[in-house]
């Protein structure tokens, strides 16, 4: 997919995705539509990617380094490295899922306090997971 999403909860934006459709149409040009069911909302997305963020930024903060594939020094953690490191393994032992995408709501909840229980007993950091309400963050659940 090249650049579009529609997210389908309501009539409202079934009939905007319909028209967006007929629009195309008449351009004359070929889509390709696919469908996927949606697990999570773009504010739960936002917040798992925020916490990956903050755990990335304490684990630096606290003195924690990852030896660089070459071995010859040490780098900060990302939060990509906390995706694919830490977070990655949970959701794939635990749920048998490549991708926290796959992840339905609960499964995405629980997943996440399996991440910052075992940061907090591997590294003493304990943090809660983040939720954007109207672009500011307070710490609770999914």
């Known amino acids: ?5 529609w997210l389908v909860e309501d009539r409202d934006s079934a009939k905007m995705f ?8 008449e351009e004359g040009t070929p889509r390709l539509y696919s469908i996927k069911r949606a697990t999570r909302s773009v504010k739960q997305n936002n917040a798992l990617h925020l916490l990956f963020r903050e755990i990335a930024n304490a684990m630096n903060d606290a003195g924690y380094t990852r030896a660089h594939p070459w071995g010859k020094m040490e780098i900060p953690y990302s939060e990509t490295a906390i995706k694919e490191m830490f977070y990655a393994p949970i959701i794939d ?3 048998q899922k490549q991708h926290s995408s796959d ?4 499964e995405l909840s629980e997943s996440v306090e ?8 591997n590294t003493g ?3 809660q997971m983040p ?3 109207n672009g500011q963050r307070t710490g609770a659940s999914l």
């Open 18 to 25: 319909c028209q967006f459709v007929m629009d195309q149409l």
């Open 125 to 127: 950091i304990a943090m």
């Open 114 to 121: 399996y991440l910052l229980d075992a940061v907090a007993q």
């Open 93 to 95: 032992k635990v749920y």
């Open 1 to 5: 997919m090249s650049g579009e999403a």
């Open 103 to 106: 992840l339905n709501t609960k």
């Open 131 to 133: 939720q954007l309400f």
